[in-house]
């Protein structure tokens, strides 16, 4: 397969859509981000008619009520367009080389995630992944699919972009959550009170408290809850037996940590048997 086909191969596996709504007197989004190669459609979802027409006249269309127009951008750049029976209206669609998918989630500090992108270049070229001083961390190589995808571990919340020779794509965003989770532990008797707090706060995200269990052979959850206001947690277990307690700060699925309190410990009751 020579280098052209290759490439037009790449960009074929690697197209794919966006949606734009036409509301009553607005694009939205205002500004759509596509690959080279992909199909913007516009939906018009107002009860009076648009049109979708490029500030230097490269495509147009009319948009009746319900109607559908769609464009297909086959090279990178800033694509301005608007509505010409309602000239308030304007829009713009930028097209890269090169995408990165946004992150879906924030991280623990070290932690590895995996970025992942789009490029409508050859299968093999090689994209390289920069950081916020335009420092290249990490490589990836495109696939036949036209997809990427390399590992990163930043210890703060960080932008990336992908580059490939002169193309770059837009940056986008991985946070990183740089919290602590502060614990205190405390017998009444048969109850045991285990006090959470997470520091910055970190309200309504969700903590676990959990138990060493020798006879389990490792940590294990016992109860769960959501920050209150206060960025704080109180848990309640009913034992007379010598306990070893940590709390975790997870991603909303309850499992995936992002911080871990230090091991904290209460004695055996005096009143056990």
């Known amino acids: 397969m020579t280098v052209a086909v290759a490439a037009l191969a790449a960009v074929a596996a690697a197209a794919g ?46 948009l009746y009520v319900g109607g559908m127009y769609s464009h297909s951008f086959d090279g990178p750049g800033a694509f301005t367009y608007h509505c010409t ?75 990336y972009r992908a580059v490939s020779g002169g193309d770059a794509s837009p940056r986008v965003l991985l946070g990183v959550l740089d919290r602590k989770v502060r614990v205190a532990i405390a017998r009444h008797g048969g109850r045991v009170v285990v006090g959470a707090r997470v520091v910055p706060a970190a309200r ?27 960025s704080r947690a109180r848990f309640v277990i009913h034992t007379r037996r010598r306990v070893r307690a940590r709390v975790l700060l997870t991603r909303a699925d309850g499992v995936t940590p992002v911080a871990r309190s230090a091991v904290v410990r209460a004695g055996a009751s005096a009143l056990a048997h």
């Not at 734009?20 to 018009?44: F, R």
């Not at 500090?109 to 961390?137: C, F, H, K, M, W």
């Not at 309504?204 to 206060?230: I, N, Y």
């Open 17 to 62: 859509s966006s949606d734009v709504s036409v509301q009553y007197a607005a694009y939205q989004p205002v500004q759509t981000t596509a690959l080279a190669g992909d199909t913007v459609m516009w939906h018009n979802a107002s009860p009076r008619t648009h049109t979708v027409t490029a500030d230097d006249g490269s495509f147009a269309g009319s």
């Open 85 to 159: 029976l309602h000239p308030e209206m304007h829009g713009e669609v930028d097209v890269y080389r090169l995408l990165l998918d946004t992150p879906s989630a924030a991280i623990a500090p070290g932690e590895s995630y995996t970025l992942s992108g789009r490029a409508a270049l050859p299968a093999g070229s090689t994209v390289t992944i920069q950081n916020d001083s335009s420092e290249g961390v990490a490589t990836a190589s495109v696939g036949a699919d036209g997809r990427f995808s390399a590992t990163v571990r930043p210890t703060t919340s960080t932008s």
């Open 204 to 230: 309504g995200q969700r903590v676990v408290l959990q138990l060493h269990l020798p006879e389990r052979f490792g940590w294990w959850p016992v109860r769960r809850a959501r920050l209150d206001s206060h």
